[in-house]
Each structure stands twice: as structure tokens, then as C-alpha cells.
Nanobody, 122 residues
């Protein structure tokens, strides 16, 4: 069992930055691939970024490539999402998730946090 708690959300002006954190409790954090997803108002939840267990490989949706960076610290049981050059279209609730394989598909993740709100006013 893994429990995930996101933090670091807030409201930021367009062009600004935020760093989201996702702290995991329970054993074997390093055995899980981690993903970030987001859900904007009135839209379905979508993939944002993922990182494999060792941290040596990452993947991003095209809309955030070059602006967002996913990383992890297995010693701290934490995964991060550094978000730079934020745009109004990045406004959403951001969720972290844990699974055994790095994937764009939500069904491949077994554990989910409750989310943290990010707002980028236009």
C-alpha cells in the first residue's frame, strides 16, 4: 500500500513557476514508476509526465515539453514536478500516481493522491 500526498500548488501569474511535490508513505517507493496527471475544469484527466523507478528515463506530453521537469528523490520518497513558463491552459488539479510501469495510461497506475490545485489566471 502506498499513500501519496501532493503539495506546492497555488496561483501564479503567466510566465511564472511552481514546483509540485508528491510525498509517498509506505515501503518500496523506489519500486514504483511515478506519474503526474492533471484535470482542468470540464475536461478529462490527462497525462503530464512520468519517470521510471531509477529516475533515468522520463516522458512528457508535448504541451509541457521544455517547460516542465519531473524528478524523484528515492531517499526522500518524493517525486517533483518543476513547472516553468506557466500558461493559463496549465490551470488544473494536478495528481501524482504510482504504478509498476511508466505509462501515459491511468489504468497502469495503482495509487493516486488527492491532487493539488494550480491556477494560472489569464
Amino acid at each position: 500500500q502506498v499513500q501519496l500526498v501532493e503539495s506546492g500548488g497555488g496561483s501564479v501569474q503567466a510566465g511564472g513557476s511552481l514546483r509540485l511535490s508528491c510525498a509517498a508513505s509506505g515501503r518500496s517507493f523506489s519500486s514504483y514508476a511515478m506519474g503526474w496527471f492533471r484535470q482542468a475544469p470540464g475536461k478529462e484527466r490527462e497525462f503530464v509526465a512520468a519517470i521510471i523507478q531509477s529516475g533515468s528515463r522520463t516522458d512528457y506530453v508535448d504541451s509541457v515539453k521544455g517547460r516542465f521537469t519531473i524528478s524523484r528523490d528515492n531517499a526522500k520518497n518524493t517525486v517533483y514536478l518543476q513547472m516553468n513558463s506557466l500558461k493559463p491552459e496549465d490551470t488544473a488539479v494536478y495528481y501524482c500516481a504510482a504504478g509498476y510501469s511508466m505509462s501515459w495510461q491511468q489504468r497502469h497506475y495503482d495509487y493516486w493522491g488527492r491532487g493539488t490545485q494550480v491556477a494560472v489566471p489569464s
